[in-house]
């Protein structure tokens, strides 16, 4: 019978943040990634994993006698973002140890940032799940260096001992099994999981589930456009039942205004209607001028910054668009022969460094070819970054984590250099509402901090969209190259994500959906109906493409089979008793089983021979006719002089006279069966009568 495939939002439903999506089919539930959200400090940095047995739609009655765990101080609470479907500040009763391992069949990650990932050993080792965990090999190797730095900075920096340890994140890791693009495994009986290339950082996966014969593709983040290090993202037409697509740079275009770029843009905004246009940044980021424009701007501004005397600090998360500007601006110092210095936050480097080198069959082309002669991630201009360094007088540029301003070392520095107006301050990606990245681009002018001195903002503060996220065209490439019957947007937000879903039905008449954290979406299944295949059936179709021919020539596959490609490599017939039982026979098995007399549609063709041809002896024109057909198929054809006949299969080949002139001509026969047969056939006759 039917049944029904239900997505339930966690988290980053109409809402970037602690990405946590549930896909139940069947008796099938999947956890797409398992992420924090940069937006809170309290329990709500991570999903309610307490609501999953509701979400799935099993009875929590068991969790009614625990005791919640103790949370941080809710003086630390941030209040949910306007219209980004956080729910309410709610603590459910947590479900005992173990219990998640009955309910999530596995959790897949989909790449190594935070939010994708940063609620992993919290879900494994204090909430006890135990169960499969999916990623792929680069994000296996990266995630642990990005959850122990995100570790530090929440319990030694801040003082927060409710939180997952070292050993953790070790012991969540060894639970973690890698997978390689396009590698196909075999979870359950019924569940199979394969990850597709997916652009955006190192190791991302366009993850693809299929239970049967319903599939469901999970993008993560993906970005379809190349860039210095990595390629494209890539996924084979899998016509999934849904697409779960992320939607954060899904605006819709700006109209034109004659301004240079992106930026130039959102200042001309913010000048004139910031307060009648509170969103104004999240629609101009989605601009996407050529690759080469943004980075022309980005390096004028900060050679302008530093040639003027002032620091630029350019927020990043440790691996991903790091690398990308730290390439751009390694070569530019080269090329320009610059002394100002390069820094790059902590020791990530040496490790990104380290990553990026064992796994550099993840990146693009050109790096591939060219990493025997120099590793581009071997950078000459850029240095580790020391804490004190950031009082030293004179021009510098810093790369620093996290990407967001919303903690550690990007926010020290960014409070200390925020109040020189020769300072620049380069946002290069999305800033969730919450975080300081997205205040500052919001035009705040003074910044409160609980317990500490206000700042104010005098420096120059651009957002230069090098994030490597879908765009609305991206998204609709995507779209178009996997052709699901179904899409869903998570990872955006609502006014972005409602003007996706006119265009996705405007363009390819398909659903799509957006529903918010906590709300479900349930799409129907196609009905299943088991058949039995008939033996003789399996047999006639050759595999890899081969054909095989019954008949006088024994069924022995074609000599060159790539010459002939079959639309349906099955040709059946469809027997359904009593309403229940449903078989696939040949048509001869069909007849015999209806005791009905089988009839064969034929077909006869004449091809009328040259002046030359008609003069030869018949023996000798049907050598010469048998002589081109083994060029392609196998000497076995029935031959015979008497009959002036080649046979193969119900195809016949002999020689005769057109019905109206009484001329020479070769009459081709054959059945409807043979109809793919028949046209080979005639093009190699064709070829035999032009010479």
């Known amino acids: 019978g039917t049944g029904k495939i239900r997505v339930v939002p966690l988290g980053a439903g109409q809402d970037v943040g602690g990405s946590c999506v549930l896909v139940c089919i069947g008796k099938v539930v999947v956890m797409f990634d398992c992420g924090m959200h940069m937006g809170y400090t309290d329990h709500r940095r991570f999903p309610d994993f307490s609501s999953i047995p509701e979400a799935i739609g099993v009875a929590a009655a068991q969790a009614q006698a625990h005791t919640p765990p103790p949370l941080p101080p809710a003086a630390t609470a941030t209040p949910p973002p306007e219209g980004s479907g956080q729910a309410a500040a709610t603590v459910a009763a947590p479900l005992p140890a173990g219990s998640f391992n009955e309910l999530i069949t596995c959790v897949i990650v989909s790449h190594f940032h935070l939010d994708h990932c940063g609620a992993l050993p919290h879900f494994t080792e204090q909430r006890g799940y135990s169960g499969p965990i999916f990623m792929t090999y680069p994000t296996k190797a990266v995630a642990p260096i990005l959850l122990e730095d995100y570790r530090k900075i ?93 939607s954060t ?37 989605t601009i996407r001028d050529s690759r080469r424009a943004r980075e022309t701007d980005l390096l004028k501004r900060v050679h302008k910054c530093v040639e003027r005397g002032g620091k630029v600090l350019i927020p990043v998360f440790a691996l991903g668009r790091a690398q990308e500007l730290m390439i751009l601006l390694d070569m530019y110092w080269e090329r320009m022969n610059l002394n100002v210095p390069i820094y790059f936050s902590g020791g990530l480097i040496q490790k990104a460094n380290v990553v990026y080198t064992n796994f550099i069959n993840w990146t693009n082309q050109k790096i591939k070819q060219t990493y025997h002669k120099r590793n581009v991630f071997d950078f000459k201009h850029i240095q580790p970054f020391e804490r004190n360094i950031a009082e030293n007088p004179g021009p510098m540029v810093l790369f620093a984590t996290p990407g967001m301003l919303h903690t550690g070392l990007s926010l020290d520095v960014f409070k200390k250099w925020a109040p020189g107006e020769a300072n620049l301050v380069i946002l290069p990606g999305y800033c969730s509402p919450g975080t300081m990245g997205n205040a500052v681009l919001n035009g705040a002018k003074r910044l409160d901090f609980e317990g500490r001195p206000s700042i104010d903002v005098r420096c120059t503060v651009i957002a230069l969209s090098f994030s490597a996220h879908a765009d609305a065209k991206g998204i609709m490439q995507l779209i178009k190259m996997a052709q699901p019957q179904n899409v869903l947007l998570v990872h955006g937000e609502k006014e972005k994500m409602e003007y996706m879903q006119r265009k996705i039905n405007a363009d390819f008449h398909i659903r799509c959906f957006a529903p918010p954290n906590q709300g479900s979406v349930e799409i129907d299944m196609a009905p299943t109906i088991p058949a039995l295949l008939s033996s003789s059936l399996i047999k006639r179709p050759a595999q890899d493409d081969r054909i095989v021919l019954e008949g006088e020539c024994g069924g022995r596959p074609l000599k060159r089979p790539r010459k002939v490609s079959l639309k349906a490599p099955l040709h059946g017939v469809i027997l359904m008793k009593d309403k229940k039982s449903v078989q696939v026979l040949t048509p001869k098995e069909a007849a015999a089983e209806l005791h009905v007399p089988q ?49 193969l299969g119900s195809l016949s080949v002999s020689l005769g006279t057109t019905r109206t002139a009484n001329e020479p001509c070769i009459e081709v026969s054959w059945s409807h069966d043979d109809e793919e047969l028949y046209v080979h056939t005639k093009s190699v006759l064709l070829k035999l009568l032009a010479r």
């Not at 899904?250 to 910031?274: C, E, K, R, W």
């Not at 034929?602 to 024109?621: D, I, N, V």
């Not at 076995?636 to 080649?646: D, G």
Request: with cysteine; hydrophobic share 35%.
């Open 249 to 285: 740079y899904s605006s819709p275009p700006l109209v034109h205004t004659g301004i240079g770029n992106t930026h130039d843009y959102a200042v001309y905004i913010s000048q004139l209607h910031l307060q009648t246009w509170p969103h104004w940044r999240s629609y101009c980021t």
């Open 599 to 647: 009839h064969e549609l034929r077909f006869t063709t004449r091809l009328q021979l040259s002046l030359a041809l008609s003069k030869q002896p018949p023996q000798e024109l049907l050598t010469a006719i048998h002589s081109s057909l083994q060029q392609w198929v196998d000497p076995c054809a029935a031959f015979s002089v008497k009959e002036q006949c080649v046979r």
């Open 154 to 246: 929440t319990v030694e920096r801040k003082g927060d001992n409710n939180f997952f340890t070292q050993q953790n994140v070790k012991d969540c890791m060894n639970k973690v099994t890698p997978l390689n693009v396009k590698e196909l495994i075999q979870v359950t009986d019924e569940l199979q999981v394969r990850p597709w290339y997916a652009g955006h950082v190192l190791g991302a996966g366009l993850w693809e589930i299929r239970v049967g014969t319903e599939s469901v593709v999970y993008t993560g983040d993906y970005n379809m456009t190349p860039d210095r290090h990595l390629g494209p993202a890539f996924i084979a037409p899998v016509r999934p039942t849904l697409l779960i697509t992320e």
